[in-house]
């Protein structure tokens, strides 16, 4: 018999942010922490359906050793941000969820990613390495005898991929996963395939392009199962979002809009690589065009300090022109802690994309747009407007009935 | 013969902001300047049939004698947002039109505003007081043969007014004026009595709130005239209000936002008193508790700092708590010149409101809420909310038929 | 016989900076925790003979009941600068020294202090109550056998006193505390003249300026005891006195230097009193003319914002004329700790006044100087100037003799 | 007969700085401008006999054509530096001494210098160009009977040169002048080579290496002339220089210091290019660990904005530990303009250079390191170490006799 429980599958499980959810979500459900930074658990969202926090079933995979105990004694030391008692009365929790963590795959990542492996490489080949994922996945929801599965990407963002054939179609796909040794595709690709062959809800909370491709898509429809991406919007380019539509209002110009971000855990570690920090530039900079609706000198820096630990500072430059062209200045510096900010965004997707799988809604979910810097198949960067689609979404859906779900596309 | 001349009286004809708006449209009509910070100058509002720059006509009130070449020239030492050249160029247009300022009131308008008048206070009660400013307006109309006349309240921040009879009442109100000495009511109460006994439409860009009252609101609906306040939203408060609902979108919980403003013209003097301050506390104050949906600690602070000259200097602090109740922080600083942007509000404003006077549109202009701090007769802090305000009116109008105006109340 | 140890008095023991000084010295002392912040742990001073930390032995005074190990976890809440770990292994040492602390006073010190009091007042006269004072200075030093004992005032800033003659004069300070009830003189007065009459090292950490006044001051020349205050420079004003000199040095005239202090700790909440605020106020406030050699702009805002805890931010903007008259502008942003910018300072100046009891040193410190932001006898408020009185005074004395103690008034 | 005028030979002459140089000196001497920014004018300098400002006679080195007239006005258009009312009355001065520059060279500065070239290269070897240069010093000199001559060196950074032979030593650079054609030798090795021939003073306020080395060095001995630099300290640098000792004073650790710099002129247009960005970097990234002691994670940005014309925005963020390893943090920016910073520098090391040959002092004028971001010869970086040296140096000279002048390597 099939319990009411939710499987979260995460890429990544062992990082900042994989830690922070799942002592989150687990602090929250036993009554130790507020829920403070999550959406769905306010009281207008109860008629939606959405799955509680403690039928939220966690498992991952990971490149690298270790457990969840110490990964959150280790955040706690650099940021405070997971309480030294909150973790002792966690200790069992953590200890069981790091069971159900297997062995990701580094290869294809990149030299940063790679760098970062301690898991043996240990597949003859692209297909045998990809059904062992699937496995993964097939054996985690028959373990806990799950009702829906999401499977969510948080692990390090990869160099941009050119989109080769096995990216672009079905078949060549497929051709390519017979063919190639382990090491041929990217991760992304690999993570993301296994995620749909499963049946899972998909989610790509890093800028990895590798992942939501024509040859994936076209996979997920098969399947009919949803999807949504890319890369999480949490912090700068959250508020340039925010900010952006002001300019336009006003008829001010901005003639240049400079961004600088500083960052030290990890994610800053691989970003100080000049390739993999493309993926993330591009994912940043093409908000604000998109919103203004004209060309401006823009910049978005990413640099490693490692003393930031998990904490994020940013600042930007914003010169603009106003009335007569007499030029005036804005700048904001952003100090936030970056797991902090993720944590609550992806338990916010996770329980939107549970309701989508109930709702048999399948392909991208045009309604999260809001909570990502490079949604797919969505033109609009506008937070505003996109967090209208999320409100037009839930207010049809408190007023709908659950045996006419929308298409989504 | 009636002219398309659409006239624009301006209370603080003479100030920073007043000068500002006459030099740069006619530096726009005349081809001299970009019309930089003008929404109403977009392609897309052309079947609107907003007047023409060249057809607005201006005059006004001051208390203070003196002409706009001269203050040009001071604003253009003081910040040079008034070029030297453009100056030189429209010195003959600058001296024409201080030729239709007539001497204003500042009886009753507190310490600080008495403070500032240089004209004589030559009438010995109320009813003669305000019939002379009515009469103003009405020379001015009949000089230009106005198609129609618009007022704009430009002049500094009175204190906070407490509703007595006669800003409740239209018949206290009328029998205040008839028995009391000038002095005994607000300057804004009077200029705002004498724009709706001209059937001029009224634009109360200032905080005072002597201006908009159930008196002259009643009065207005008798003339069947628009009008719009309070206080033009243009520097901080913009940011604050384009910046909250992000915090609300993300569950972020705000606990403390604490504005400073620095500012060094002729307002920043006025506001440099407690009494006059208060009034634009309030204004600015509300709109962070109306977006968020909950109290906060917040502080708008407001300095007179000289060397400022017209220039404004704003930073702002927030304090936020996010995901296991980790608190984070945002800071903003914006270094705006007052005048360069308010001007171009005034005049979106304006054109805005010839529209409505041109569809015999009356009562409060709703739709013109995103540019005030505290928009009358609306709960509706959210600039993004706001604005749409604006753009269904805008695309309603241009289906719709002149024949059939929208009534806003 | 006598041991070799110091004891330190701490007037305000249960506060924040109080509680930060007795476990960070413990910490240390223990090998738990880095000297990090420590003038005084440099190699190069180690031939002066400072004491050891494990040499100096607690005690103090307060207001309020309640003990360090409750104070100290409440502060681990708060901000997480006193670890969690750090103050289970500390938990006897805080317990002990708990047992060293006194009932202060608070009559007298103004509502603000006087509201905080939680312990009785049980005393008939000043005289009977600064006797008590007296004792509970003597006792600590017998029970401990100290070598040489030394006070610090950390309490919350008083209200700024009128000197009256009890202020000015040693035979008038005599008659009042003979003659008046408990609550005519400030706290401040008492501490310091129990500090002086117990033959201890007096250093005034507070602004509050009924402490070192000339009637204090000549009983300190009586009992040939040295002492040092006003107001320890820990934050914005440490940067002001190391920031103004550059402006100075470049012949830049700075025209207005706001600074906005906002902060969320009991020193906050005593600060948001007018009265007491003026303390602070004024102690900032004379920094700058006296660095930059003209009258000039300036402000110093203190608002209490409780979500920051034991954190302060403070805002400082800078208006400066360069060449030509062109203004252009610096702002900072200072994100500080205060207990733990002020305890190492605590410690430094104990430690160095340690060293002036050995060496018979009496009077005004005048080389201590950098740590105060009003430092008494001392018209020089150039950080740089201030601090080679400090290396001026080791390298004499590492070069000088004991037996030729420098007087230093 | 040899007047009293002290000759200043500007090489970049029609740049901004050169430009605002030249219309400060002549607007403050004829009465038309305050002398804000000038160190030499304190009144207790004038025991010094430093020359009047009416006695500097301007002409200078250019690479590109144009006029002091034209250049003037665009400063004016770009950020007002230059009143439009000053240059009007200037505009006799500013053509009489466009008539001074001659045509420089930029053969064998990099391509982005190369790039700006208008003149054409007109010599057949690198000596016939040098002699070309030198001769433009003597006919100058000859010209307005000069008694002293003093070259500054304000042209674009170069990339930074390797030392070869020829800048190693004396007579390998002679045989290089013979031997080569032009482009084979740095313009700044080249000016100087000139200058010092020439028995001129020589101030290096570019960062270019190729400037000061041991073959110019030996040459300025044997000719008894004094030089000083590299690349003026005017923004960033010198609030780092100002604040890093701060940090020491307090025993605060640095972890990290992060500096951004946004330029928008033609200084920010040659260095957007990554070998010029490059010695700009070195200068300005040695301060910090020389001041603080130990090696810290620093990082210096150069980005090109060009919407900020002549001025500058920089963001420092400072990430620093105290007590118990607690991490705080401090930011600032700084709103300048390059030009109007930097022109008052150049005028008060000339005019201190003057007083050097007046004194016949001769080498390095170790003196005035505190006006450089890399003092030759020089290891103190701490800007009030330095600004001692120069109030040393001025205390000694007004008690000094002129006959005994002070020998200053």
Redesign the interface.
């Known amino acids: 018999m099939q319990s009411n429980k939710t499987g979260v599958w995460v890429i990544g499980a062992l990082g900042s942010l994989g830690t922070?959810i799942v002592a989150?979500t687990r602090?929250i459900a036993r009554g130790l922490?507020?829920s403070?930074?999550?959406?769905t658990?306010?009281p207008e969202l109860a008629p939606l359906e959405l799955p509680a926090l403690q039928d939220l079933v966690f498992g991952g995979h990971d490149v690298r050793r270790g457990d969840l105990v110490t990964a959150a004694h280790d955040i706690h030391r650099q940021?405070?941000?997971?309480?030294?008692?909150?973790l002792q009365e966690l200790e069992s929790d953590l200890s069981n969820i790091s069971r159900e963590i297997r062995p990701g795959t580094a290869q294809g990542g990149g030299d940063a990613i790679e760098g970062l492996a301690e898991v043996p490489a240990a597949h003859a080949s692209s297909r045998e390495l990809v059904e062992s994922l699937v496995r993964d996945l097939e054996e985690f929801r028959t373990r806990h005898s799950l009702a829906r599965l999401i499977v969510v990407n948080l692990s390090s963002t990869e160099p941009p991929t050119d989109w080769t054939d096995a990216y672009r179609d079905r078949d060549a796909l497929e051709a390519a996963l017979d063919s190639t040794p382990p090491g041929t595709l990217r991760p992304g690709l690999l993570y993301t395939y296994a995620a749909f062959r499963a049946g899972a809800a998909y989610l790509n909370f890093t800028p990895s392009n590798s992942s939501l491709c024509p040859a994936t898509e076209s996979l997920a429809a098969e399947q009919q199962v949803p999807f949504m991406g890319n890369d999480g919007k949490t912090g700068e380019t959250?508020?340039k979002s925010?900010?952006a539509?002001?300019f336009k209002?006003?008829?001010?110009?901005v003639?240049?809009w400079?961004g600088?971000n500083?960052l030290g855990n990890r994610d800053g570690e691989v970003l100080a690589r000049e390739e993999n920090r493309q993926s993330k530039v591009e994912s940043k900079d093409s908000v604000l065009s998109s919103i203004l609706g004209y060309p401006l000198?823009s910049?978005v820096?990413i640099?490693y300090?490692?003393?930031?630990e998990d904490r994020k500072?940013a600042?930007d430059?914003i010169?603009f022109?106003?009335?007569?062209?007499?030029?005036?200045?804005?700048?904001?510096?952003?100090?936030?802690?970056d797991s902090?900010?993720a944590?609550?965004?992806v338990l916010?997707l996770v329980r939107f994309a549970d309701v989508a799988l109930k709702r048999n809604e399948s392909g991208p979910l045009l309604h999260l747009a809001?909570f990502f810097k490079s949604p797919v198949h969505c033109e609009e960067h506008d937070?505003?407007?996109q967090?209208h689609r999320l409100t037009d979404y839930l207010s049809d859906s408190s007023h709908g009935s659950s045996s006419d779900p929308k298409a989504k596309h």
Do not use: K
């Not at 209002?249 to 110009?253: E, V």
């Open positions: 922070t989150g602090g922490s507020a403070t930074g999550l959406l658990e306010r940021n405070g941000s997971l309480g030294y008692q909150l959250l508020v925010a900010l539509p002001m209002y006003r008829g001010l110009t003639d240049s400079m600088y500083l000198h910049h820096g640099d300090v490692p003393s930031l500072v600042w430059f010169h022109r106003g009335f007569l062209d007499y030029r005036m200045s804005m700048q904001f510096t952003w100090h936030g802690c902090i900010l944590a609550p965004v916010d809001s937070l505003h407007a967090f």
